[in-house]
């Protein structure tokens, strides 16, 4: 989408670590100190395949796996602005009613439909309402 449609379409990712999840706040963090390496979505991919088995060893696995420098990655995600913007995210979706993940926002409206294969279709469906 953000090939196909590179001034109209951007995608904003906040943190929503479920509380049903012992290492979901540390994985976010963790995500957010990848970020600072330049390399979120690459750590973000690794975290979602091994969701099942996340802990501090897997985490640490996936950051070196992706090629973080360990010590900088380890600073980072201890750091104070990390951890709040992590709360910040959550409560911001506590706000909007999000009750699980993924969730879906268009232009402020929350989709429901969530099959990526429809996603294309809902989108250019959007930007022709916004022309």
Same mark, same amino acid.
């Given at each position: 989408?953000?090939k196909?449609?590179p001034?109209?379409?951007? /995608?904003v990712f906040?943190?929503?670590?479920? #509380? #049903?999840?012992k290492?979901?706040?540390?994985? *976010?963090?963790?995500a957010?100190?990848?970020?600072?390496?330049?390399?979120?979505w690459?750590f973000?991919?690794?975290?979602?395949?091994?969701?099942?088995n996340i802990?501090?060893?897997? /985490?640490?696995?996936?950051a070196l796996k992706?090629?973080l420098?360990?010590?900088?990655? =380890?600073?980072?995600?201890?750091?104070?602005?990390?951890?709040a913007?992590? =709360?910040?995210?959550?409560e911001?979706?506590q706000?909007?009613?999000?009750t699980g993940?993924? *969730?879906?926002?268009? =232009?402020?409206?929350? /989709?429901e439909n969530?099959? /990526?294969?429809?996603l294309?279709?809902?989108v *250019?469906?959007?930007?022709?309402?916004?022309k």
């Amino acid at each position: 989408m953000l090939k196909q449609y590179p001034k109209s379409v951007k /995608i904003v990712f906040k943190n929503f670590p479920l #509380s #049903s999840h012992k290492f979901a706040k540390k994985a *976010a963090a963790a995500a957010l100190a990848a970020e600072c390496q330049g390399k979120f979505w690459e750590f973000h991919d690794e975290l979602f395949q091994n969701y099942r088995n996340i802990n501090d060893k897997k /985490i640490l696995d996936i950051a070196l796996k992706v090629g973080l420098n360990e010590a900088q990655f =380890n600073k980072d995600r201890q750091d104070p602005e990390i951890l709040a913007k992590v =709360n910040r995210d959550y409560e911001e979706g506590q706000k909007i009613e999000v009750t699980g993940i993924p *969730a879906i926002f268009m =232009n402020g409206r929350r /989709i429901e439909n969530r099959d /990526i294969k429809k996603l294309p279709s809902m989108v *250019a469906e959007e930007l022709k309402k916004t022309k």
